[in-house]
């Protein structure tokens, strides 16, 4: 579909008259209408191309117009456009069935939501109902959804505005090695002082009064942190010398973005929860879950499960879903995740040898984040935590975006997170363009 520029204008001036746009000053805004995508890309009002290097909010596994996955939504709503989720249909058995065998094997039933910040609503729900607890452990560094109890939940800034918060939400702070006041000698030692540093907290804290750890399997927005060796073995092994029950979010990290189907399996852990969305639909239609281990399964046999929503299992969200997971199988997405993850991990190390603003890069699979600083020495990050008066993170992703690399910044990091589909030539493409952008970065410092 084509748009004369008067008329994306006009959308544009709508959008800011009538939407409010989240995460946003409204009066500042300049929405950039899209109208159309296709693989890796999408196209603006005036046709102008972009590389979707963060797969919109790494969402986008599978990338823009999948026709098997617009089928299946559009055969699913003409066949069953809704069910209430007392009723059991096709697709909602189907997918629960197929999540649960692709699942660790320690899992036993899905209780589905709408998207990520609901899954961990009721994850919390679900942890204090099984142990009888009321305290939920999580760290700083960390977001979990901004809907009132995942703003809890969640550690970094996006969470001020629910505070006073609900008591019982306690912080801890990540195994940040890149940021860490203490030069640890290697990943076992950092993880093994992270660990003594949150069990320490959690006797303080009351051992029979923590229902949960929440942590993302790897941070996600806020910096992309991978866990040093032996850390969430460590997890596992705290909550179960206390009762208490771990819970690992994967809206992100889920469904082949880090080269397996979930990030758990990279580490060797069973978690007692997992939380997911984003790419067990890729956006497509909204759909999430809580995945829960056999014996919390069994456990609400006689127990009342009191959670619901009405649109928990919706229909068109199953179908999307039972047609995305087929479409990894059949493209091998989660391999290929895994193999052009060596090649981006490759071309972030150059970006990080040659340019003097970029303090470290993280990546696993095609999942990554560029951190950037004003001395590589001193590690000063480009921006403090929290503050960015001069908006030069929103300077940076403009930049990036007047090349075409679309984007989006937290704190100093850059999030590079592109489609599972991407071939090893449009990574080298697009990367060039940071590339681009970078030098100029390091003039500005």
Request: glycine share 10%; hydrophobic share 40%.
């Amino acid at each position: 579909m084509e748009y004369e520029l008067t008329t994306v204008k006009e959308i544009s001036e709508m959008s800011k008259k009538y939407n409010l746009h989240s995460w946003s000053a409204q009066g500042l805004l300049k929405p950039k209408v899209m109208i159309g995508g296709e693989g890796i890309y999408f196209w603006d009002g005036e046709g102008k191309r972009y590389y979707d290097m963060s797969s919109q909010l790494v969402n986008l596994n599978i990338g823009h117009g999948n026709k098997k996955v617009i089928k299946a939504i559009q055969e699913q709503a003409e066949r069953l456009a809704y069910s209430s989720p007392s009723f059991a249909i096709d697709v909602r058995s189907q997918l629960a069935k197929m999540i649960v065998e692709l699942a660790p094997a320690n899992m036993g039933k899905v209780f589905f939501t709408l998207g990520g910040a609901d899954a961990n609503e009721n994850a919390i729900k679900i942890a204090k109902m099984v142990t009888g607890r009321s305290k939920i452990f999580s760290r700083y560094r960390s977001y979990h959804g901004s809907t009132y109890g995942a703003a809890n939940l969640t550690g970094e800034p996006r969470r001020y505005t629910c505070e006073p918060g609900i008591p019982g939400f306690v912080k801890f702070f990540d195994p940040y090695i890149y940021r860490s006041p203490v030069p640890f000698a290697s990943e076992e030692v950092a993880a093994k002082y992270y660990l003594g540093q949150l069990r320490e907290q959690i006797i303080y804290e009351g051992r029979e009064s923590v229902a949960a750890i929440f942590l993302e399997t790897i941070t996600g927005s806020n910096g992309v942190i991978i866990p040093p060796r032996g850390y969430l073995k460590g997890i596992r092994d705290i909550c179960d010398e206390f009762g208490i029950l771990m819970v690992c979010d994967e809206v992100m990290t889920g469904w082949g973005r880090t080269g397996e189907w979930f990030a758990v399996n990279h580490f060797d852990v069973l978690p007692d929860m997992i939380t997911f969305a984003k790419g067990i639909t890729c956006g497509y239609a909204p759909i999430g879950g809580v995945l829960v281990s056999k014996g919390i399964a069994s456990y609400f046999d006689d127990h009342f499960l009191s959670c619901g929503l009405t649109y928990s299992a919706h229909p068109l969200g199953c179908a999307a879903g039972i047609a995305t997971i087929e479409y990894y199988k059949e493209m091998g997405l989660i391999g290929q995740a895994k193999e052009r993850g060596g090649t981006l991990g490759k071309l972030l190390e150059a970006l990080k040898e040659k340019h003097a603003c970029v303090g470290d890069v993280r990546y696993i699979g095609l999942f990554s984040a560029i951190e950037l600083v004003k001395n590589k020495v001193t590690k000063e990050p480009l921006v403090e935590y929290g503050l960015d008066p001069d908006k030069i993170m929103k300077k940076i992703i403009g930049m990036l975006d007047a090349r075409g690399f679309y984007t989006y910044s937290h704190e100093n990091s850059l999030m590079v997170a592109p489609p599972l589909i991407i071939t090893d030539q449009e990574l080298e493409a697009a990367l060039a363009i940071m590339d681009e952008v970078l030098s100029d970065v390091d003039k500005l410092i």
